[in-house]
């Protein structure tokens, strides 16, 4: 037997037989992480797309501990609390109508499962099940079973294969979108459940970007065939496209919307669910059997909570739009000088290029090449096999993102 590691931990999308450098990190603040040794690295991705703006936001910090010192936690079935109550309803107040319905859980896996079950009982109880759920080419939905279901399948969930229920993908809609348009036209003629998608940028997929006319025309068919609509926002939300929701973009509403990430500001780990009162009201019942069976032990906790209304407060009183359109002309203008990449695109705030040899591929070699790259640097970059992508926290200064990029063009010109 291979020695073991020196560390207890099982990492996450780590290949430790690869034994690669794991830093250990002691603090952050603003958009920097500082190790036990006083190495400062730029967190260049916002800790895994999460933080929006900045770690430590001082409002933030405040109330985790001015809560932590009055309701650590309490079950959420049958019992409420004021931080719970106040989120709601400033979520439904900053979200579009009609999204009125506020459902707690506890990470965008878990949000898209609720949203899946919610689309699914919605049905059955309307003496009317449907099944089928609609799926966009490239997906990613989480790493619980049914968002592996309806996400991409590939080496990211090969081994559960038997564990995932069958779905209909659609094609990316690539250029003008035609003929994920035509799929989908013809996929809602057969009366599917839903249709989820996350809106004008696929993260996991590998910074995938379409426009949000086509995001726009697909919410269409899905509302002349009554398909319910899924947004799945829990990357593409909180500003990072330049906009509070991607779906702003294309003037749509979805039936449900899925948050998480940036909800709490990157803080602690907090989602939701938003409904439409017409998917409330398909499980209002004084029939006990019709409630909707989904909660977790931790549902709504009050901590989380009161992390997610300071963040509410912060896009509430602060110029957050403002520090995310300033972001998204600084990467437009440093990417527009970038040579030497491949497929150079933003959205928003993101930034995402390709290196290496053409195409995509999660497992290319030059993956690990990069990663120690950058690692070397001091810049949190993980890419995506060959895709190299950016996307800071909204507080990043000038200097940083110069440095940044300068580390893109070096890895260009050493990598080809």
Same mark, same amino acid.
């Given at each position: 037997?291979?020695? !073991?590691?020196?560390? $207890?931990?099982? *990492? ?7 034994? @690669? /450098? ?10 920097? =992480? ?9 967190? $260049?991705?916002?800790? %895994?797309?999460?933080?929006? *703006? ?10 985790? &501990?001015?809560?932590?010192? &009055? ?24 979200? /579009? ?18 949203? =899946? ?7 059955? *109880? ?10 966009? @080419? ?14 991409? &399948? ?15 993908? !659609? ?56 398909? !319910? ?8 939300? %909180? ?6 929701? $991607? ?10 919307? #899925?948050?998480?990430?940036? =909800? ?15 998917? +409330?009201?398909?499980? %209002? ?8 069976? *989904? ?6 906790? /009050? ?18 739009? @403002? ?12 990417? $527009? ?17 390709? !290196? ?38 909204? #507080? ?18 050493? +990598?080809?």
């Amino acid at each position: 037997m291979r020695g !073991l590691p020196v560390s $207890a931990v099982w *990492h996450p999308f780590t290949q430790h037989g690869l034994e @690669e /450098p794991i830093p250990l990190i002691a603090r952050a603040e603003g958009a920097a =992480l500082y190790t036990r040794e006083g190495r400062r690295i730029i967190d $260049a991705i916002s800790s %895994w797309w999460v933080t929006t *703006h900045g770690h430590g936001h001082p409002h933030i910090v405040a109330a985790i &501990r001015d809560q932590a010192e &009055r309701l650590d936690q309490i079950i959420f079935a049958g019992w409420t609390h004021e931080p719970a109550e106040a989120v709601a309803a400033m979520l439904v107040e900053h979200m /579009p109508a009609p999204l009125a319905h506020v459902f707690f859980s506890d990470s965008g896996s878990t949000a898209v499962e609720v949203a =899946l079950k919610m689309a699914l009982g919605f049905w059955l *109880h309307r003496g009317e099940p449907r099944h089928r759920i609609l799926t966009l @080419e490239h997906g990613y939905h989480g790493d619980t079973i049914g968002g592996m279901s309806v996400g991409a &399948r590939g080496v990211y969930n090969q081994a559960y294969t038997p564990l995932l229920f069958d779905v209909e993908t !659609l094609p990316f809609p690539a250029g003008d979108g035609a003929a994920t348009l035509s799929s989908l036209e013809r996929a809602c003629a057969g009366r599917p459940a839903a249709l989820i998608l996350e809106p004008l940028v696929l993260g996991a997929g590998g910074m995938l970007f379409y426009p949000p006319a086509v995001l726009a025309e697909m919410r269409a068919i899905c509302a002349r065939h009554g398909v !319910l609509f899924i947004a799945d926002e829990v990357m593409t939300g %909180w500003g990072r496209t330049g906009t509070l929701l $991607a779906c702003e973009q294309a003037g749509i509403v979805p039936d449900i919307l #899925c948050l998480s990430k940036g =909800l709490t500001g990157g803080s602690l780990p907090l989602a939701v669910t938003m409904a439409t009162p017409a998917l +409330f009201e398909a499980h %209002w019942s004084t029939d006990k059997a019709r409630m909707f069976f *989904h909660s977790s032990s931790y549902t709504a906790n /009050p901590i989380a909570c009161a992390a997610a209304r300071a963040n509410l407060e912060i896009w509430r009183d602060e110029p957050v739009l @403002e520090r995310v359109a300033l972001l998204a002309e600084r990467q437009a203008a440093r990417l $527009a000088g970038l040579g030497g990449v491949r497929a150079a695109r933003r959205c928003g705030t993101i930034i995402a290029c390709e !290196l290496g040899g053409a195409g995509r591929d999660y497992l290319a070699a030059i993956g690990p090449a990069l990663l120690a790259f950058f690692r070397e640097r001091d810049l949190l970059i993980r890419p995506m096999g060959n895709t190299v992508y950016l996307m800071p926290p909204y #507080c990043i200064d000038e200097a940083d993102l110069d440095t940044l990029h300068a580390a893109i063009a070096e890895a260009a010109a050493r +990598f080809g």
